[in-house]
Nanobody, 124 residues
Framework: QAQLVESGGGLVQDGDSLKLSCTCS????????MGWFRQAPGEEREFVAA????????SYADSVKDRFTISRDQASSTMYLQMNSLKPEATAVYFC?????????????????WGQGTQVTVAS
């Protein structure tokens, strides 16, 4: 079983940047796609970004495209989410997850292991 640990969340101002990290404890995470999701209070968990096993293919939710960048470092089994020009509507708990496949999809159903989440709060 893989253990995922997110870090990097916090309180920032409208327009600021933040970089989240997700470290996988299992070496075989390197064979799987990974993704970031977020969940605001009272809302369903929603897709943010995904990356395939070797980092060669990425996808983003329309709401974050051109402002967020997903990446991964295979050597350290770590995935990142660089978030620029943050808006108050980005306030949520952010979760990382490992895909069941070599690619990363947009549905939570395609992911097997999840981190505990890290809070991101963007003040207006």
């Amino acid at each position: 079983q893989a253990q995922l640990v997110e870090s990097g969340g916090g309180l920032v101002q409208d327009g600021d940047s933040l970089k989240l990290s997700c470290t996988c404890s299992r070496r075989t995470c390197s064979n799987n796609g990974m993704g970031w999701f977020r969940q605001a209070p009272g809302e369903e968990r929603e897709f943010v970004a995904a990356i395939n096993w070797n980092g060669g293919t990425t996808s983003y939710a329309d709401s974050v495209k051109d402002r967020f960048t997903i990446s991964r470092d295979q050597a350290s089994s770590t995935m990142y989410l660089q978030m620029n020009s943050l808006k108050p509507e980005a306030t949520a708990v952010y979760f990382c997850a490992t895909s069941l496949y070599a690619t990363g999809g947009r549905s939570t159903a395609g992911y097997r292991y999840w981190g505990q989440g890290t809070q991101v709060t963007v003040a207006s």
